[in-house]
């Protein structure tokens, strides 16, 4: 008896620590670091190497785009024309849609007049993973819930 005793002890102590131990417990306070993003980003120029508006690919509309993320905070896409805005990359301290990223990037064109270019790109995007040479982002429209992905890779 005490042996059964024994071994059901050892057993909810066994089962007690890997439960623990495979928690998926990730959402304490800390916030995520948004300066490796911030240092990919500014190293070099950027293009746009999908855009995708509701299941729509509108990527033509601006693969011949260069972007520029100066580290001021100032966005500069250039082409025939050159549209201006600004830039970030912050923590959203949420836990929405990229628990394990939460990070935005936050995109604002603000010259020349709004235009459906302008439009398209300024929001605040969930950076879903990046690297030295790709930044992928992803957004969910909080009024129709429509899904637009946008990945800049670098030239």
Known sequence: MKKL??????????????????????????????????????????????????????TNNYSNYIFTFNTNGVLTATNSTSYNGTWSVTTSNSNDDNPDNDLDFNI??????????TDDLTDDW???????????????????GGTDYLTFEKN
């Open 5 to 58: 005793k024994l071994i059901s002890m050892l057993a909810l102590i066994v089962v007690f620590n890997v439960a623990s131990m495979c928690s998926d417990d990730d959402n304490s306070n800390s916030a995520a670091d948004p300066s490796p993003v911030i240092n990919t980003v500014t190293s070099g120029t950027w293009r746009i190497t999908l855009y995708q508006d509701n299941g729509v690919n509108e």
């Open 108 to 117: 604002a064109f603000v010259t020349p007049a709004p235009n459906a270019f």
């Open 126 to 144: 969930d950076i879903i993973s990046y690297t030295a040479n790709r930044i992928q982002l992803i957004d969910v429209s909080g009024g129709n």
